[in-house]
């Protein structure tokens, strides 16, 4: 069965880092994009970042810009997401996605398949 799981979760201050992972199981995404997306509750999902098939591209959010980094390890299939300098407005669930490109997007519709979500929570 092929698919993401997300693991990295939990509870920091702001100010704190998380580092979020995305493991793949099932098959190689070595040939696809791959992003990160977030949920605050009430709110729509968001763009986060996203990483293109070879990791020599990235792209992020203003938000987030300069406080997160996102790469890959396609040996072990595997994405990351490195949040530093978390503020209470990043609290929200993640979501690992895998686009059916190979470069990347921020559009959701170019994803065809996703993670369960790992909850984010920063206190100030």
């Known amino acids: 069965q092929v698919q993401l799981v997300e693991s990295g979760g939990g509870l920091v201050q702001a100010g704190g880092s998380l580092r979020l992972s995305c493991a793949a199981s099932g098959r190689t995404f070595s040939s696809n994009a791959m992003g990160w997306f977030r949920q605050a509750p009430g709110k729509q999902r968001d763009f986060v970042a996203a990483?293109?098939?070879?990791?020599?591209?990235?792209d992020y959010a203003d938000s987030v810009q300069g406080r997160f980094t996102i790469s890959r390890d396609n040996a072990k299939n595997t994405v990351s997401l490195q949040m530093n300098s978390l503020k209470s407005e990043d609290t929200a669930v993640y979501y690992c996605a895998k686009s059916y490109r190979p470069r990347t997007t921020r559009i959701q519709g170019l994803y065809d398949l996703w993670g369960q979500g790992t909850q984010v929570t920063v206190s100030s």
């Open positions: 990483i293109n098939w070879d990791g020599g591209n990235t």
